[in-house]
């Protein structure tokens, strides 16, 4: 057995590890219009043990590659589902996407479920208040931003990252973690507030993935292809948006094709709480979550899937230092909590469903991020 050690503060060489990126919420379709879901569902395989897998299968037939039932690149484990929708019929207020994983042989190597999605009508139009949040954008959640001209699907670009520079991708999202930031101190602090995210608030977007980070933005409502400067509602899913350089002369976020610039608004002389903007200046934004499962195989051919997958999630410490309570389930079947026993190197479940664990020695675990 690998030490829990080694476990917890280190990738074991054989670790493969699938990832589910998709939105919190997807829009009905109504009729015979189909409203794909927008980010599409994504997924991403990483670890280094895929690569054994491969190199392994070099010599042994029955060992082939995993395979991704949509439009796939497999040279970068990616896959994108982008014919996803959800019809008036189905009467489901929450949904979960279900990935079945297959090596190229037919083999089966799991099943892996998404978090839950919300399913909306439409974009809410109502001036949005805090008494319901449930649409609401907190500070330090994760979203995606698109851009979309004239309603067509085609023309569809999303703010990601590539080479260590903000891009508009018309195949890949990613996911930004946006924070509200508190304006009393300069830029070099930034220091980062709790809360829902509303019209004229100084944000920051981080880029999940890479750490790329944009400047102290303003984020204004648009309407009309107008920024509205005295607007500060919160900010609702699927919201059309824009997002000003702080300290700026009316510099704007904006795309242009691939590229991702800034654009300066032109002022309306009438209206003084208002700039016009141009289109790749006009942003949809959406929360959108992740969700990761990570597995390490022998390097023999496994004949059962690997799901259920167990998740955690949390990790309690109790007053006895070795002791902790350890929370999680078998995804979505939501099964007992899940508790274990170490000695020495050895890890062994307990007989025992309330989920207290006994842990390692002090000296021999580092701290769980």
Request: include cysteine; charged fraction near 20%.
């Amino acid at each position: 057995n690998h030490s829990v050690e080694r476990r917890i503060g280190e990738k074991l060489p054989a670790d493969q590890t699938v990832l589910i990126l998709h939105a919190k919420v997807a829009q009905k379709s109504y009729g015979n219009e189909k409203r794909f879901f927008c980010p599409p569902p994504c997924v991403y395989l990483s670890g280094p043990g895929w690569k054994l897998k491969q190199e392994q299968g070099s010599g042994h037939a029955h060992c082939p590659q995993p395979t991704l039932g949509c439009s796939s690149c497999p040279p970068q484990g990616f896959g994108c589902a982008k014919a996803l929708y959800i019809s008036d019929a189905d009467k489901r207020k929450h949904f979960r996407l279900v990935l079945k994983l297959f090596f190229s042989n037919g083999q089966e190597i799991g099943t892996f479920h998404s978090k839950l999605i919300k399913v909306i009508s439409k974009p809410s139009q109502k001036k949005q208040s805090l008494k319901n949040t449930d649409l609401c954008i907190s500070s330090g959640s994760k979203v995606s931003l698109f851009n979309r001209l004239r309603s067509q699907t085609v023309s569809t670009r999303y703010l990601s990252v590539e080479g260590g520079a903000f891009i508009a991708s018309a195949r890949q999202w990613a996911a930004f973690t946006l924070h509200l930031a508190d304006e009393r101190y300069n830029r070099s602090e930034f220091p980062l507030r709790e809360g829902y995210i509303r019209y004229g608030s100084v944000v920051q977007l981080i880029c999940t993935a890479t750490g790329v980070t944009l400047p102290p933005l303003i984020i204004r409502k648009v309407s009309k292809q107008y920024a509205m400067l005295d607007v500060d509602e919160p900010i609702s899913q699927l919201h059309k948006c824009a997002f000003q350089f702080q300290g700026s002369d009316r510099m704007y976020l904006c795309l242009s094709t691939e590229k991702v610039i800034q654009f300066q608004a032109s002022p309306c002389p009438k209206e003084a709480n208002r700039e016009l903007l141009n289109d790749g200046s006009c942003w949809t934004i959406i929360g959108t979550e992740m969700v990761e499962y990570t597995f390490s195989e022998s390097l023999a051919c496994a004949r059962e899937p690997v799901s259920p997958v167990p998740l955690i999630a949390a990790l309690q410490v109790g007053r006895a230092p070795a002791l902790g309570r350890l929370l999680g389930h078998l995804h979505p079947q939501r099964a007992p909590l899940l508790g274990f026993s170490w000695r020495g190197d050895a890890a062994r479940p307990l007989p025992c469903s309330s989920g207290l664990c006994a842990g390692p020695g002090r000296g021999a675990k580092q701290p769980v991020p």
